[in-house]
Protein backbone atom coordinates (compact mmCIF):
# COMPACT_ATOMS: atom_id res chain seq x y z
CA UNK A 1 0.00 0.00 0.00
CA UNK A 2 2.91 2.17 -0.77
CA UNK A 3 0.87 4.21 -3.60
CA UNK A 4 -2.05 4.70 -1.65
CA UNK A 5 -3.11 8.20 -0.91
CA UNK A 6 -2.59 9.27 3.06
CA UNK A 7 -6.43 10.03 3.08
CA UNK A 8 -7.51 6.96 1.60
CA UNK A 9 -5.51 5.17 4.23
CA UNK A 10 -6.92 7.75 6.74
CA UNK A 11 -11.07 6.54 5.60
CA UNK A 12 -9.68 3.20 5.50
CA UNK A 13 -8.38 3.14 9.23
CA UNK A 14 -11.64 5.00 10.39
CA UNK A 15 -13.85 2.48 8.62
CA UNK A 16 -12.04 -0.60 10.27
CA UNK A 17 -12.09 1.33 13.60
CA UNK A 18 -15.83 2.02 13.14
CA UNK A 19 -16.29 -1.92 12.21
CA UNK A 20 -14.68 -2.82 15.19
CA UNK A 21 -16.58 -0.76 17.92
CA UNK A 22 -20.08 -1.58 16.21
CA UNK A 23 -22.74 -2.77 18.89
CA UNK A 24 -25.82 -4.91 17.89
CA UNK A 25 -29.22 -3.53 18.77
CA UNK A 26 -31.76 -6.11 18.67
CA UNK A 27 -34.88 -4.98 16.98
CA UNK A 28 -38.56 -5.79 19.04
CA UNK A 29 -39.52 -9.18 19.58
CA UNK A 30 -36.22 -10.34 17.52
CA UNK A 31 -34.25 -13.46 18.98
CA UNK A 32 -30.96 -11.88 20.54
CA UNK A 33 -28.30 -12.78 18.08
CA UNK A 34 -25.42 -14.75 19.69
CA UNK A 35 -21.94 -14.89 18.99
CA UNK A 36 -19.68 -17.26 19.94
CA UNK A 37 -17.21 -15.99 22.54
CA UNK A 38 -14.23 -17.04 20.93
CA UNK A 39 -15.52 -14.43 18.02
CA UNK A 40 -14.64 -11.56 20.62
CA UNK A 41 -10.93 -13.56 22.00
CA UNK A 42 -12.69 -15.08 24.78
CA UNK A 43 -12.46 -18.09 27.08
CA UNK A 44 -15.56 -19.91 26.54
CA UNK A 45 -14.73 -22.24 29.84
CA UNK A 46 -13.74 -19.39 31.49
CA UNK A 47 -17.33 -17.83 30.39
CA UNK A 48 -19.15 -20.89 31.37
CA UNK A 49 -17.34 -21.23 34.99
CA UNK A 50 -18.75 -17.83 35.83
CA UNK A 51 -21.92 -18.88 34.28
CA UNK A 52 -22.29 -21.79 36.60
CA UNK A 53 -21.28 -19.86 39.62
CA UNK A 54 -24.16 -17.42 39.29
CA UNK A 55 -26.46 -20.84 38.70
CA UNK A 56 -24.56 -22.38 41.72
CA UNK A 57 -24.99 -19.30 44.38
CA UNK A 58 -28.89 -18.23 43.78
CA UNK A 59 -29.86 -16.28 46.32
CA UNK A 60 -30.93 -17.72 50.00
CA UNK A 61 -34.36 -16.10 50.51
CA UNK A 62 -37.75 -16.94 49.94
CA UNK A 63 -38.97 -17.76 46.66
CA UNK A 64 -42.05 -15.73 48.11
CA UNK A 65 -40.88 -12.49 47.55
CA UNK A 66 -43.58 -11.34 50.04
CA UNK A 67 -42.03 -13.44 52.54
CA UNK A 68 -38.44 -12.20 51.79
CA UNK A 69 -39.63 -9.01 51.85
CA UNK A 70 -41.06 -9.00 55.35
CA UNK A 71 -37.93 -10.94 56.31
CA UNK A 72 -35.78 -8.52 55.42
CA UNK A 73 -36.88 -5.27 56.70
CA UNK A 74 -37.90 -6.55 59.80
CA UNK A 75 -36.11 -4.36 62.29
CA UNK A 76 -37.85 -1.07 60.41
CA UNK A 77 -40.88 0.39 62.81
CA UNK A 78 -44.07 -0.19 61.07
CA UNK A 79 -42.81 -1.93 58.32
CA UNK A 80 -45.58 -3.11 55.96
CA UNK A 81 -46.19 -4.42 52.14
CA UNK A 82 -47.61 -2.01 50.56
CA UNK A 83 -47.58 -2.52 46.95
CA UNK A 84 -47.93 -5.37 45.16
CA UNK A 85 -45.23 -7.79 44.97
CA UNK A 86 -44.65 -11.44 42.74
CA UNK A 87 -42.91 -14.40 43.58
CA UNK A 88 -39.89 -14.99 41.61
CA UNK A 89 -38.05 -17.50 39.56
CA UNK A 90 -34.66 -19.06 39.67
CA UNK A 91 -31.20 -17.55 38.86
CA UNK A 92 -31.49 -15.86 35.14
CA UNK A 93 -28.39 -13.60 33.18
CA UNK A 94 -27.65 -12.78 30.13
CA UNK A 95 -23.79 -11.17 29.24
CA UNK A 96 -23.31 -9.13 26.39
CA UNK A 97 -20.34 -7.94 24.53
CA UNK A 98 -20.39 -5.31 22.50
CA UNK A 99 -24.21 -6.12 22.55
CA UNK A 100 -24.15 -9.61 20.79
CA UNK A 101 -25.16 -12.18 23.12
CA UNK A 102 -22.37 -15.18 24.53
CA UNK A 103 -24.07 -16.30 27.45
CA UNK A 104 -27.14 -16.41 29.28
CA UNK A 105 -29.13 -18.64 31.87
CA UNK A 106 -31.98 -19.26 33.26
CA UNK A 107 -35.27 -17.84 31.79
CA UNK A 108 -34.87 -14.02 30.69
CA UNK A 109 -38.33 -13.25 29.57
CA UNK A 110 -39.82 -14.02 33.24
CA UNK A 111 -41.18 -11.03 34.61
CA UNK A 112 -39.94 -10.30 38.00
CA UNK A 113 -39.37 -7.81 40.86
CA UNK A 114 -36.49 -5.63 40.15
CA UNK A 115 -36.43 -3.80 43.47
CA UNK A 116 -33.47 -0.72 43.32
CA UNK A 117 -32.80 -1.24 40.53
CA UNK A 118 -35.98 0.44 39.77
CA UNK A 119 -33.47 3.83 41.08
CA UNK A 120 -31.50 3.79 37.78
CA UNK A 121 -34.72 4.14 35.80
CA UNK A 122 -35.81 6.89 37.89
CA UNK A 123 -32.55 8.58 37.59
CA UNK A 124 -33.10 8.07 34.17
CA UNK A 125 -36.61 9.49 34.47
CA UNK A 126 -35.05 12.35 35.40
CA UNK A 127 -32.49 12.82 33.67
CA UNK A 128 -35.30 12.67 30.46
CA UNK A 129 -36.77 15.87 32.43
CA UNK A 130 -32.97 17.92 32.68
CA UNK A 131 -32.56 16.69 28.52
CA UNK A 132 -35.85 18.35 27.86
CA UNK A 133 -35.24 21.19 30.05
CA UNK A 134 -38.41 20.74 32.52
CA UNK A 135 -35.38 20.79 35.24
CA UNK A 136 -33.22 23.49 34.37
CA UNK A 137 -30.39 22.03 36.66
CA UNK A 138 -29.96 19.42 39.28
CA UNK A 139 -28.19 22.02 41.59
CA UNK A 140 -32.11 23.82 41.40
CA UNK A 141 -33.76 23.60 44.79
CA UNK A 142 -36.87 21.15 44.28
CA UNK A 143 -39.02 23.62 46.60
CA UNK A 144 -38.63 26.02 43.30
CA UNK A 145 -40.97 23.40 40.88
CA UNK A 146 -42.65 21.31 43.96
CA UNK A 147 -44.47 24.32 46.23
CA UNK A 148 -47.31 22.26 47.44
CA UNK A 149 -45.44 21.96 51.00
CA UNK A 150 -43.38 18.53 50.19
CA UNK A 151 -40.13 20.91 50.54
CA UNK A 152 -41.58 22.88 53.20
CA UNK A 153 -39.05 24.01 56.07
CA UNK A 154 -35.82 25.59 56.19
CA UNK A 155 -34.49 22.12 55.96
CA UNK A 156 -36.20 20.90 53.45
CA UNK A 157 -36.19 23.97 51.02
CA UNK A 158 -32.95 23.71 51.01
CA UNK A 159 -32.56 20.46 48.85
CA UNK A 160 -31.75 19.89 45.26
CA UNK A 161 -32.07 17.56 42.89
CA UNK A 162 -28.84 16.22 42.57
CA UNK A 163 -29.67 16.02 46.89
CA UNK A 164 -32.36 13.27 46.24
CA UNK A 165 -30.42 11.61 43.14
CA UNK A 166 -27.64 11.17 45.18
CA UNK A 167 -29.76 10.00 48.30
CA UNK A 168 -27.64 12.59 50.88
CA UNK A 169 -30.68 14.90 51.17
CA UNK A 170 -32.05 13.96 54.55
CA UNK A 171 -35.52 15.47 53.11
CA UNK A 172 -37.90 15.32 56.72
CA UNK A 173 -41.35 14.19 56.70
CA UNK A 174 -43.69 11.37 55.74
CA UNK A 175 -45.30 10.10 52.11
CA UNK A 176 -47.81 7.49 51.36
CA UNK A 177 -47.56 6.82 55.42
CA UNK A 178 -43.91 5.97 55.51
CA UNK A 179 -41.83 8.30 57.78
CA UNK A 180 -38.56 9.24 56.80
CA UNK A 181 -36.73 8.18 60.09
CA UNK A 182 -38.63 4.84 59.95
CA UNK A 183 -36.56 3.82 56.99
CA UNK A 184 -33.70 1.22 57.55
CA UNK A 185 -32.78 3.31 60.95
CA UNK A 186 -29.53 2.88 62.72
CA UNK A 187 -28.35 -0.35 63.87
CA UNK A 188 -28.10 1.98 67.66
CA UNK A 189 -31.49 3.57 69.45
CA UNK A 190 -34.97 3.32 69.60
CA UNK A 191 -37.94 5.29 68.11
CA UNK A 192 -37.41 8.83 70.03
CA UNK A 193 -33.74 8.79 68.86
CA UNK A 194 -34.92 8.27 65.32
CA UNK A 195 -37.74 10.61 65.49
CA UNK A 196 -35.72 13.84 67.14
CA UNK A 197 -32.03 12.98 65.25
CA UNK A 198 -30.51 16.03 64.16
CA UNK A 199 -30.89 16.57 60.88
CA UNK A 200 -27.81 16.50 58.84
CA UNK A 201 -27.08 18.98 56.15
CA UNK A 202 -28.52 18.63 52.07
CA UNK A 203 -25.22 16.96 50.27
CA UNK A 204 -23.19 15.63 53.36
CA UNK A 205 -24.38 12.30 54.52
CA UNK A 206 -25.33 9.19 51.81
CA UNK A 207 -28.10 7.39 53.46
CA UNK A 208 -30.08 4.74 51.54
CA UNK A 209 -33.88 5.64 52.02
CA UNK A 210 -36.77 4.46 49.70
CA UNK A 211 -39.08 7.16 51.55
CA UNK A 212 -37.07 9.83 50.09
CA UNK A 213 -36.62 7.92 46.49
CA UNK A 214 -40.28 8.12 46.65
CA UNK A 215 -40.53 11.73 47.30
CA UNK A 216 -37.97 12.12 43.97
CA UNK A 217 -40.57 10.16 42.02
CA UNK A 218 -43.60 12.11 43.43
CA UNK A 219 -41.65 15.20 42.52
CA UNK A 220 -40.86 14.39 39.07
CA UNK A 221 -44.40 13.37 38.44
CA UNK A 222 -45.55 16.69 39.23
CA UNK A 223 -42.76 18.25 36.42
CA UNK A 224 -43.87 15.67 33.87
CA UNK A 225 -47.64 15.77 34.45
CA UNK A 226 -47.82 12.63 33.59
CA UNK A 227 -47.35 8.96 35.16
CA UNK A 228 -43.64 7.93 34.96
CA UNK A 229 -44.23 4.80 33.12
CA UNK A 230 -45.95 6.34 30.52
CA UNK A 231 -42.44 8.78 30.48
CA UNK A 232 -40.67 5.81 30.35
CA UNK A 233 -42.49 4.13 28.03
CA UNK A 234 -42.87 6.41 24.81
CA UNK A 235 -39.52 8.58 25.99
CA UNK A 236 -37.33 5.21 26.18
CA UNK A 237 -38.23 1.84 26.22
CA UNK A 238 -40.18 2.05 23.10
CA UNK A 239 -36.95 3.34 21.44
CA UNK A 240 -34.98 0.55 22.33
CA UNK A 241 -37.41 -2.29 21.83
CA UNK A 242 -38.28 -3.77 25.33
CA UNK A 243 -41.27 -5.69 25.42
CA UNK A 244 -44.44 -5.04 26.51
CA UNK A 245 -44.48 -7.06 29.67
CA UNK A 246 -42.64 -4.58 32.28
CA UNK A 247 -44.76 -2.54 34.51
CA UNK A 248 -44.13 -0.06 36.92
CA UNK A 249 -46.03 -0.22 40.03
CA UNK A 250 -46.72 1.96 42.92
CA UNK A 251 -47.99 1.70 46.39
CA UNK A 252 -51.88 0.71 46.31
CA UNK A 253 -52.66 3.99 48.10
CA UNK A 254 -50.50 6.23 46.76
CA UNK A 255 -52.73 8.41 44.01
CA UNK A 256 -51.98 12.08 43.50
CA UNK A 257 -53.65 14.62 41.38
CA UNK A 258 -52.09 16.51 38.46
CA UNK A 259 -54.08 18.63 36.11
CA UNK A 260 -57.11 17.20 37.78
CA UNK A 261 -56.21 13.61 36.99
CA UNK A 262 -55.91 11.18 38.95
CA UNK A 263 -52.32 8.86 38.87
CA UNK A 264 -50.28 7.12 40.40
CA UNK A 265 -47.15 7.78 42.25
CA UNK A 266 -44.58 4.99 41.09
CA UNK A 267 -41.87 3.89 44.34
CA UNK A 268 -38.01 3.47 43.31
CA UNK A 269 -38.04 0.13 45.08
CA UNK A 270 -39.73 -2.74 46.19
CA UNK A 271 -38.95 -3.31 50.06
CA UNK A 272 -42.63 -2.40 50.73
CA UNK A 273 -43.59 -3.94 47.23
CA UNK A 274 -43.96 -2.11 44.03
CA UNK A 275 -41.31 -0.84 41.95
CA UNK A 276 -40.57 -2.09 38.16
CA UNK A 277 -40.93 -5.32 37.41
CA UNK A 278 -39.44 -6.52 34.17
CA UNK A 279 -37.76 -8.92 32.31
CA UNK A 280 -33.86 -9.70 31.76
CA UNK A 281 -33.75 -9.30 28.42
CA UNK A 282 -35.63 -5.42 28.81
CA UNK A 283 -32.37 -4.94 31.43
CA UNK A 284 -29.83 -5.94 29.02
CA UNK A 285 -31.69 -3.62 26.57
CA UNK A 286 -31.40 -0.66 28.91
CA UNK A 287 -27.80 -1.43 29.95
CA UNK A 288 -26.83 -1.34 26.01
CA UNK A 289 -28.40 1.86 25.77
CA UNK A 290 -26.05 3.06 28.25
CA UNK A 291 -22.80 1.23 27.23
CA UNK A 292 -23.46 2.85 23.84
CA UNK A 293 -23.60 6.13 25.85
CA UNK A 294 -27.18 7.04 25.60
CA UNK A 295 -28.05 5.86 21.67
CA UNK A 296 -29.74 3.44 20.43
CA UNK A 297 -28.30 2.50 17.31
CA UNK A 298 -27.54 6.43 16.00
CA UNK A 299 -30.55 7.60 18.28
CA UNK A 300 -29.75 9.51 20.71
CA UNK A 301 -32.37 8.79 23.76
CA UNK A 302 -30.83 10.47 26.81
CA UNK A 303 -28.01 12.59 26.54
CA UNK A 304 -24.28 11.55 27.03
CA UNK A 305 -23.81 14.61 29.22
CA UNK A 306 -26.24 13.17 31.46
CA UNK A 307 -24.90 9.65 31.86
CA UNK A 308 -21.44 11.59 32.62
CA UNK A 309 -23.21 13.46 35.49
CA UNK A 310 -25.20 10.51 36.75
CA UNK A 311 -21.55 8.46 37.04
CA UNK A 312 -19.87 11.01 39.05
CA UNK A 313 -19.06 10.27 42.56
CA UNK A 314 -21.06 11.85 44.68
CA UNK A 315 -19.17 13.99 47.80
CA UNK A 316 -20.49 11.83 50.90
CA UNK A 317 -20.07 8.50 49.10
CA UNK A 318 -17.54 7.99 46.18
CA UNK A 319 -19.46 4.64 45.35
CA UNK A 320 -22.44 6.62 44.49
CA UNK A 321 -23.68 8.68 41.80
CA UNK A 322 -27.10 9.40 40.00
CA UNK A 323 -28.50 6.21 41.69
CA UNK A 324 -26.04 4.20 39.92
CA UNK A 325 -23.72 2.36 41.68
CA UNK A 326 -19.84 3.37 41.23
CA UNK A 327 -16.48 0.78 41.45
CA UNK A 328 -14.48 3.39 42.60
CA UNK A 329 -12.47 2.43 45.64
CA UNK A 330 -14.43 2.81 48.68
CA UNK A 331 -16.80 0.86 51.00
CA UNK A 332 -18.27 -1.48 47.76
CA UNK A 333 -15.45 -1.90 45.65
CA UNK A 334 -14.54 -4.89 43.72
CA UNK A 335 -11.32 -5.76 43.96
CA UNK A 336 -9.54 -6.90 40.84
CA UNK A 337 -11.79 -5.10 38.80
CA UNK A 338 -12.44 -1.45 36.53
CA UNK A 339 -13.00 0.96 38.79
CA UNK A 340 -14.92 2.63 35.91
CA UNK A 341 -17.59 0.08 36.03
CA UNK A 342 -21.05 0.62 37.43
CA UNK A 343 -24.08 -1.07 37.82
CA UNK A 344 -27.88 -0.64 38.95
CA UNK A 345 -28.29 -3.17 42.10
CA UNK A 346 -31.24 -4.53 44.05
CA UNK A 347 -32.39 -6.74 46.62
CA UNK A 348 -32.34 -10.44 46.31
CA UNK A 349 -29.03 -10.25 44.14
CA UNK A 350 -30.32 -8.14 40.67
CA UNK A 351 -27.62 -6.49 39.00
CA UNK A 352 -27.16 -4.46 35.50
CA UNK A 353 -23.44 -4.14 34.90
CA UNK A 354 -22.04 -1.86 32.50
CA UNK A 355 -18.20 -2.52 31.66
CA UNK A 356 -17.57 0.58 29.09
CA UNK A 357 -14.03 -0.62 28.83
CA UNK A 358 -14.57 -4.19 27.68
CA UNK A 359 -18.05 -3.53 25.84
CA UNK A 360 -19.43 -5.70 28.20
CA UNK A 361 -22.99 -5.56 29.83
CA UNK A 362 -23.80 -8.01 32.17
CA UNK A 363 -27.77 -8.92 33.72
CA UNK A 364 -27.50 -11.29 36.73
CA UNK A 365 -30.64 -11.93 39.02
CA UNK A 366 -31.39 -13.73 42.05
CA UNK A 367 -27.63 -13.87 43.02
CA UNK A 368 -26.46 -14.15 46.43
CA UNK A 369 -25.63 -10.39 46.57
CA UNK A 370 -22.60 -11.06 48.48
CA UNK A 371 -20.80 -12.71 45.52
CA UNK A 372 -21.48 -10.45 42.49
CA UNK A 373 -18.14 -9.29 43.19
CA UNK A 374 -16.42 -12.89 43.14
CA UNK A 375 -18.59 -13.56 39.70
CA UNK A 376 -17.67 -10.16 37.95
CA UNK A 377 -13.97 -11.22 38.54
CA UNK A 378 -14.89 -14.55 36.54
CA UNK A 379 -16.34 -12.55 33.94
CA UNK A 380 -13.50 -10.52 33.13
CA UNK A 381 -11.43 -13.41 33.59
CA UNK A 382 -12.74 -14.81 30.03
CA UNK A 383 -11.54 -12.24 28.87
CA UNK A 384 -7.73 -12.46 29.34
Do not use: C
Request: positive net charge.
Amino acid sequence: MKNVPLFILFLLSVVVATAQNQYYFPERNAVWEEKAPKAFKMNNDALQKAVQFAKDNEYTGSRDLRIAILKGFEREPFHEVLGPTKKRGGPAGMILKNGYLVAQWGDTKRVDMTFSVTKSFLSTVAGLAKDERLIASTDDKVVDYIWDGTFDGEHNAKITWAHLLQQNSDWSGELWGGKDWADRPPKEGGLDDWKFRKLNEPGTVMEYNDVRVNVLAYSLTHVWRKPLPMVLKERLMDKIGASTTWRWHGYDHAWTEVDGISMKSVTGGGHSGAGLFINTQDMARFGLLFLNNGKWKSASIISEAWIKKAIEPSKPNVNYGYMWWLNKKGDRHWTGLSENMYYAAGFGGNFIVIDKENDLVVVTRWLEPSKIGAFMRLVNAALD
